[in-house]
């Protein structure tokens, strides 16, 4: 088994004017070949700059200030810009949440696609064309041809998300970094969405890295899993085993929360608290404050421990 | 060795840019010509552009006395019947000979210049028939004496029957029908921007300095002084008042100075009876007075002796004028002798005000023009601190003269500031400024403020018969004094006019304001 | 697409009418033109001779009626003051003030726009904020008191550039242009900066709104995921989304310097349209008044269908049959 | 709560964030802006309090003399008063007449922008949304009005309603609210495709609500940029007017007409005139932009992560 990604101590921090805020601090999980990760979080948990780490794209005031991304064993914090521009939408594409926003309102839908084509590699515009073409019949657009003559105002927003991830695969990519992709979609959509993005990670081995906060996608689509709360992995696992026997107190609450899993007629069961404020994280572990279980102990920060085999949790009290 | 011929022709070609150079100037003028029609619109400016194409029977020197032009002499043959005798040998720029049939043609040609909206019908109609007697003998018959007529004629520029038969005024401004008998002819014409003129080399008159001439009009002040000072233009006209300090110290500048004929002076409300209210006078709480003080001719002395018109001069008008008490300058026929201008008094005002009930003062708003006359706007802000300090608190209101004019011939306000540009004769503000509203006789059409004296209007119509100059002339001084006494206006100062030029040029400077290309010569030339 | 020109047209036509109808009763409350063109010593003869040469001793609706039946075949009036159809009058004055007009527009263009994109390329650089501050003094102080410091430093003190008027001019499509021959170009320069200083202005700062804006849009991230090349994210993908309010401003900015050349004209000795109409107005010279406001009228609203019509170039979202 | 826990020893309470804080400490990161902002509270006072700061009352004509015109900078005057930046053609004090030109200025440039900005962006908003005939009235409107000249406009209401700060307010803000309709419109035409807008009608919200609540804040970036600059053009316009003698009254100035009258005498070396006004001006205008500026930046919701 190849890792495509390995992801070690990633420390993401933005620098503002009321203090640095420690978005991803301390980062560590691999993707496999052909495998799908999820990572899953609430909103503000870090997984997103997370995702734009592996690409290169955290934009001012932040910046990588440690640990490494080996990317097939290159280590691409290391690399130039221009370097990581060649990798990205070649052998790194990203897919974005919102499908209304990532297509550029104005571009025409084939001009979108064909400078991407051309970006990474010297093809005649009709080559880049018929490329284009092949991608949107591969996401499942009907006549293709047609709609590469649209603008993107003229397309569904299940459509435009065909569109971009057409686009992530035109260099048939050997990491996509989904971030919510399904989120803003109606659930058949996203069901057949999820359907051919699996079929695509099995068929093409192509890694993929599901950014979600929803555990019921990841649940039949993920092969691992890391949970991430407050900028750091609580819990890393295969997926069954993470679902069906969550360690950490959070991961715990979030399966508990999940409807599905519920029972008929019982109420919800819900994280108590908020997230806390990235800026003025409690000393010691930072899901402290609404973890039922926390104790003096807790005072202490917490390290990523293996304690059953393939699994890790970063909890001085786990559910065992 | 290639230098030598290189150097030779750019010596010879400077030496033909400074041969060129002295043959070419360029005037900049601030108030556009509009027509180069010489009868389609009475203005200054266009008065000024044609004196330098066409002539007139009668001309004037740069102290508007009448000199012979295209007439050689003028006199009485009857008390009704003027005989002018016309110079020989003139032709017109087109080679046509002058002749007194133009005469008759001009004279009969100024009430038919369709669209103008000021014309020169007001010199045509006094004349009831225009005789030729011989080709260079013209009789003008009247229906009674009229003294005016030669002056009339300094307004009336001479055009060719056979050339102008059918001119119409687009014909004039676009060149074609632009033909004179005067020392320039015109070669092109960009309305409203400029006129290029080149030397008529068969002039009668004395032969002009300089062959070509572009004639710019630029209208915003300090552009005009700029564009003299970059050397782009030179000469300029209407030298602003503010630029005055620094030129008359610039080693590069010359500048020609003359009192010229416009007095510069307030109004007064007569419209209203003594027993009304004035528009714009109220008591110091701003309530109606129930009274016209203005009809109370203490109180128009006292405001005309609280001005001090020395300071006006002095610090608004920096130099470029003189106090005045009345509309023409010394040294001009009818002028008024030992009239001086009233001293400032400002305790005496206050007496006065007082003697007339008014010993608290009252308030009053003078208005004015402030795009018309020389620093119009802050004549009347100066005058408002003078007349404030005797009791008499002023608001000031000045607006363009498009609005201001309109209102002031409604005789809306009660104090306005105005200025009258004068013919070099009593009889001209008398009639127009100071006698009363009367339609029939033509008089009182600028009257605004309706001044209104039986024995001015009696000694005024007695001068329009009398055909004796000396004895019209004391006819005149006596109106004008009358007038005076009754403080009819206020008149504050008399402008001077003002042309710079760049070092080595000189202007004989024109009490009229026309500004013509002949008057300038190289300086050593005078 | 014909019929909504064709609706512009008609809408065009009714502008023009309401704007004669406000011209003829603004002229006729500001004060009567006779007054004004009249010699001061002319008796009320004269004055009555002038009026009805003038057209004006008709009532006011009577005169407005002969000038709509004149207009209806092409017939604007003659200027009172010069005796010239006053079409033609301003038609000859056109070309001075639209050269002078497009000069500022496109220096505008060509100086706001890459100092725009920079600044907002960089927002927190120090030659940003520099730009930033200067462009404030592009419109901080009043164009004549500019345009005289202007002629003062280039004209007076170092004699680099004419001071005022037009120079030599080319003909090209029977008419005269100046920036043709190379004098003719040395005298637009000092006023077509003088015009252009605030639009410069205008355009950075709308350039670097827009840019900073675009920039944070997920279609900019988007295109940078793609691996894109900086220029391409930037002149292709943020370019064509800022330019709608850059089309519109400018645009607008086109017409207002035609209109409004007043002061920069006046102090340049410009012998253009907005010369043209300050004398008129001052004078009352309706006939070129109306005229004049017609025709800029018809200007802006060409101006503005043009602008509409790029919006739809411009942006696929904005659809013309979706418009009135 | 946790019933462990001991009360955690936090480093820092963290602070409430309230908007209004939020903003203010947002406002404040920039020095220059808030430099700038200090400067304008500063020219503000000034204005409010002109009369009992400035050493003279430059609006009665009684107090000045012709006789101390002119003077340069540091001069006393005949009344004592020991003029700073030199006195006006009228004998006007300088620093007096800037210190109350300031108030004019200030009226008459934020006022009419204001009022201005109200009824174009108004009117703009209600074009974009309601399309049709509305449309194309209210444009045919911006049209006509943008193509009226400022100066004849201004010479109308002085006809109509005679001279006077307030009138100048009017006739700029008819010269003005074209251009707010104008950019707001180009902008909103845009925005309305938008689905947040369709959403908006979906729910059937009443139109106001939509054109003000959904449809304004997002049009509000470039209409800040231009409404900011708008008051500088205001004032500069009210310059151009009393230059050309249409504007505020003579006897008192506003900072336009200081500089316009002190214009005609920068040929001959009397600077202080005009110059020190066009500081006054210069100053207030980069002031009021550097607040726009961080202004626009701060409450723009899209610049926001």
């Not at chain 2, 003027?82 to 004279?107: M, Q, S």
């Not at chain 3, 269908?305 to 790029?310: R, S």
Request: charged share 20%; aromatic share 6%.
């Amino acid at each position: 088994m190849s890792l495509t990604l390995e992801v070690r101590d990633l420390r993401t921090h933005f620098f503002t004017r009321a203090g640095v805020v420690k978005a991803v601090d301390g980062v560590s999980f691999t993707v496999a070949r052909g495998k799908v990760l999820g990572l899953v979080g609430e909103s503000g948990s870090g997984k997103t700059v997370t995702g734009f780490s592996i690409l290169g794209m955290v934009d001012e005031p932040g910046r990588i200030t440690g640990g490494s991304i080996l990317f097939q064993g290159r280590d691409l914090a290391t690399l130039s810009e221009e370097e990581m521009r060649h990798l990205r939408g070649n052998r790194i594409a990203m897919i974005f949440q919102d499908p209304m926003m990532t297509l550029n309102p104005v571009l025409r839908i084939d001009t979108q696609m064909i400078e991407t084509v051309q970006a990474h590699e010297k093809t005649s515009r009709e080559e880049a064309r018929q490329r284009s073409r092949d991608a949107l019949g591969m996401v499942g657009i009907a006549s293709p041809d047609e709609r590469l003559k649209s603008y993107p105002h003229q397309f569904s927003g299940g459509m435009r998300q065909r569109v971009a991830i057409a686009i992530a695969l035109l260099h048939r990519p050997d990491l996509i970094v989904a971030d919510e992709p399904t989120t803003a979609l109606d659930v058949t959509i996203q069901g057949q969405i999820l359907a051919e993005v699996q079929k695509l990670a099995a068929n093409t081995g192509t890694a993929l890295i599901w950014i979600t906060h929803d555990l019921s996608v990841v649940a039949g689509l993920a092969d691992d899993i890391a949970v991430m709360y407050a900028g750091r992995v609580v819990e890393h696992g295969l997926v069954d085993e993470v679902l069906d026997r969550p360690l950490h107190p959070y991961t715990h609450g979030l399966i508990g929360s999940v409807p599905s899993r519920n029972k008929r007629g019982e109420p919800l069961r819900q994280i108590p608290g908020m997230t806390p404020s990235m800026l003025a994280l409690p000393q010691g572990c930072a899901f402290r404050a609404r973890c039922p279980r926390a104790a003096d102990e807790c005072l202490v920060e917490p390290e990523l421990r293996t304690i059953l085999p393939g699994r890790q949790v970063r909890c001085h009290r786990p559910h065992l | 060795m290639m230098m030598k011929p290189i150097m030779a022709v750019a010596a010879c070609f400077g030496l033909l840019c400074a041969e060129a150079r002295a043959q070419n100037l360029t005037m900049a003028v601030g108030a556009p010509v509009t027509s180069l029609d010489p009868h389609y619109h009475q203005l200054s400016p266009n008065n000024a552009a044609s004196d330098m194409i066409f002539d007139r029977l009668v001309d004037t020197d740069s102290r508007s006395r009448n000199i012979p032009g295209l007439a050689l002499s003028w006199t009485t043959v009857e008390p009704n019947v003027w005989e002018f005798k016309l110079r020989p040998n003139v032709r017109f720029h087109n080679g046509n000979p002058f002749v007194a049939e133009d005469v008759a043609f001009t004279i009969a040609r100024l009430p038919n210049v369709p669209n103008s909206p000021s014309s020169y019908a007001i010199y045509a109609r006094p004349i009831t028939a225009v005789e030729v007697v011989d080709p260079l003998t013209v009789r003008f018959r009247t229906t009674e004496p009229y003294p005016l007529l030669p002056l009339d004629m300094t307004n009336v520029r001479i055009l060719n029957r056979a050339t102008h038969e059918r001119s119409t005024t687009d014909d004039f401004n676009a060149g074609r029908a632009a033909i004179g008998t005067g020392p320039y002819r015109v070669v092109s014409h960009r309305m409203g921007d400029r006129i290029e003129l080149e030397r008529n080399d068969t002039y009668w008159g004395e032969r002009p300095a300089f062959g070509r001439v572009n004639y710019r009009m630029i209208t915003n002040d300090a552009s005009r002084t700029a564009a003299l000072l970059a050397g782009d233009v030179d000469v300029i006209d209407q030298v602003p008042t503010s630029d005055l300090a620094r030129l008359r110290t610039d080693q590069r500048v010359t500048l020609s100075e003359i009192v010229g004929l416009r007095l510069i002076f307030l109004g007064l409300d007569f419209a209203r009876p003594a027993g009304e209210n004035s528009p714009f006078v109220t008591d110091n709480n701003g309530q109606p007075l129930g009274r016209n003080p203005l009809q109370d001719v203490r109180v128009r002395r006292a405001l005309s002796m609280a001005i001090d018109r020395r300071a006006i001069v002095e610090r608004v008008m920096e130099g470029a004028a003189v106090p005045a008490s009345q509309f023409l300058p010394e040294g001009t026929y009818s002028h008024v002798p030992d009239m001086p201008p009233t001293a400032y008094d400002a305790d005496g005002a206050r007496r006065l005000l007082a003697e007339a009930g008014y010993p608290q003062g009252f308030r009053i708003t003078l208005a004015g023009p402030n795009d018309r006359y020389i620093n119009d706007a802050r004549i009347i802000q100066a005058v408002g601190q003078m007349w404030t300090r005797i009791g008499v608190r002023t608001t000031v209101e000045a607006q363009p003269w498009t609005t201001f004019v309109a209102r002031a011939g409604r005789a809306d306000f009660s104090a306005f500031l105005i200025g009258w540009g004068s013919n070099p004769d009593g009889s001209h503000p008398l009639r127009n400024i100071l006698a009363t509203v009367n339609r029939d006789r033509g008089w009182g059409a600028s009257n605004r403020g309706r001044y209104s004296n039986a024995r001015v209007d009696e000694l005024t119509l007695q001068s329009l018969s009398e055909l004796n100059d000396a004895r019209r002339e004391q006819i005149l001084i006596q109106a004008q004094r009358l007038a005076a006494d009754d403080v009819g206006v206020i008149p504050l100062h008399i402008q001077t006019n003002i042309w710079a030029t760049r070092r080595g040029l000189t202007i004989a400077a024109r009490a009229d304001e026309l500004t013509r290309a002949q008057d300038v010569r190289p300086a050593a030339a005078r | 697409m014909s019929l909504y020109l064709l609706r512009r047209l008609i809408q065009a036509v009714g502008v023009m009418a309401v704007m004669s109808l406000i011209v003829f009763l603004g002229v006729f409350a500001i004060g009567d033109p006779v007054d004004i063109l009249i010699a001061p010593d002319a008796d009320q003869i004269e004055r009555e001779r002038a009026i009805i040469a003038l057209g004006l001793d008709k009532p006011l609706w009577m005169q407005y009626l002969v000038f709509l039946g004149n207009a209806l075949r092409g017939d604007l009036g003659r200027s009172f003051v010069f005796n010239e159809p006053a079409l033609q009058l301003i038609m000859g004055r056109m070309p001075a003030t639209l050269e002078l007009a497009l000069g500022a527009t496109i220096m505008a263009i060509i100086i706001g726009l890459p100092l725009g994109l920079y600044a907002g390329l960089r927002p927190n650089g120090a030659i940003s904020k520099a730009i930033l501050a200067i462009s404030i003094l592009g419109f901080s102080l009043p164009t004549f008191w500019v345009g005289l410091m202007l002629i003062m430093v280039f004209a007076v003190q170092l004699g680099w550039l004419p001071s005022t008027g037009r120079g030599e001019t080319a003909m090209l499509f029977g008419l005269r242009w100046s920036f043709l021959t190379q004098d003719g170009l040395a005298h637009l320069i000092m006023p077509a900066t003088n015009l252009a200083l605030f639009k410069i202005s205008l355009v950075i700062r709308l350039t670097r709104a827009g840019v900073r804006e675009t920039m944070l849009m997920d279609y900019v991230k988007f295109a940078r995921a793609k691996g894109l090349s900086p220029a391409r994210v930037t002149f292709v993908h943020v370019f064509k989304n800022i330019l709608i309010p850059v089309v519109t401003v400018v645009g607008l900015e086109l017409g207002s310097t035609i209109a409004f050349s007043v002061v920069t004209e006046s102090v340049f000795a410009w012998p253009g349209m907005g010369k043209l109409i300050i004398d008129s107005i001052n004078v009352l010279d309706r006939p070129v008044i109306v005229a004049y406001l017609m025709t800029i009228v018809l200007m802006f609203i060409t101006i503005n269908l043009i602008v509409d019509l790029t919006y739809s170039f411009l942006d696929p979202r904005v659809r013309l049959e979706s418009k009135g | 709560m946790s019933t462990t826990a001991l009360p955690a020893p936090a480093p820092a309470p963290p602070r409430v964030e309230t908007p209004f804080r939020r903003f203010v400490s947002e406002f404040c990161e920039s020095k220059v802006a808030l430099g700038a902002l200090v400067v304008f509270t500063l020219i503000a006072l000034a204005a409010i309090f002109a009369p009992w700061i400035s050493p003279q009352d430059p609006y009665d004509l009684g107090v000045l003399d012709i006789m101390d015109g002119r003077l340069e900078p540091g001069s006393v005057g005949a009344t004592g008063i020991t003029h700073w930046l030199g006195t006006d053609d009228q004998g006007r004090d300088m620093l007096s007449g800037i210190i109350y030109g300031l108030r004019i200025s200030l009226i008459v440039g934020a006022g009419s922008a204001i009022i201005a900005c109200l009824v174009g962006a108004s009117l703009g908003l209600l074009a974009a949304y309601a399309g049709g005939r509305t449309d194309g009235a209210i444009m045919r409107l911006v049209d006509l009005q943008l193509s009226f000249p400022a100066i004849l406009a201004a010479l109308m209401i002085l006809a109509f309603l005679g001279k006077g700060v307030l009138n100048v307010v009017i006739a700029l803000v008819i010269v003005e609210w074209a251009y707010y309709a104008r950019t707001v419109r180009g902008t909103a035409l845009v925005e309305r495709r938008r689905e947040y807008i369709e959403a908006a009608q979906c729910l059937a919200l009443p139109t106001h609500r939509i054109l003000f609540r959904h449809l304004l804040p997002n049009c509000l970036p470039p209409l800040i940029v231009v409404g900011t600059m708008q008051v500088a053009r205001a004032i500069a316009l009210e310059a151009t007017l009393s230059f050309l003698g249409l504007g505020v009254p003579i006897t008192e100035p506003s900072l336009g007409l200081l500089i316009a009258n002190g214009y005609e005498y920068m040929l001959s070396g009397k600077y202080w005139i005009s110059f020190y006004p066009g500081i006054a001006l210069l100053i207030t205008i980069v002031s009021i932009n550097l607040v726009g500026d961080q202004l626009r930046d701060v409450l723009n919701p899209r610049l926001k992560k």
